[in-house]
């Protein structure tokens, strides 16, 4: 079940940036990100998707900070459950 709310919130952000919505992409990106916690891959895909919408933005901050994060996570981060897919 969590695996198929973490895609639909990643395909809802991807919509909402392709819509250039970026409140709606970084609220779906973000649901995502918490769905996505337990496996690296999903977790540094969240990630991704909060830094394209930062920068579409042209927000240097919040690039910035994802890219610190993603950093984080892939030096730290350990999956805590296996893929389903």
């Given amino acids: 079940m969590a ?11 991807r919509a909402a940036l392709t819509a250039k ?3 709606a ?3 779906h990106f973000g649901r995502a990100h918490n769905l996505g916690h337990d496996v690296l891959a999903d977790h540094l895909a ?7 919408t930062a920068w579409k933005q042209r927000r240097l ?8 994060l993603m950093g984080g996570a892939a030096l730290f981060d350990r999956d805590q459950r296996k893929p389903v897919r």
Avoid: T
Avoid at 3 to 13: P, V
Avoid at 61 to 68: G, I, K, W
């Fill in 25 to 27: 992409a970084y609220r």
């Fill in 3 to 13: 695996d198929a709310e973490y895609e639909s919130e990643m395909d809802k952000g």
């Fill in 46 to 52: 969240a990630h991704r998707g909060l830094l394209a």
């Fill in 61 to 68: 901050d919040r690039a910035v900070a994802q890219l610190f």
């Fill in 21 to 23: 919505d970026f409140r």
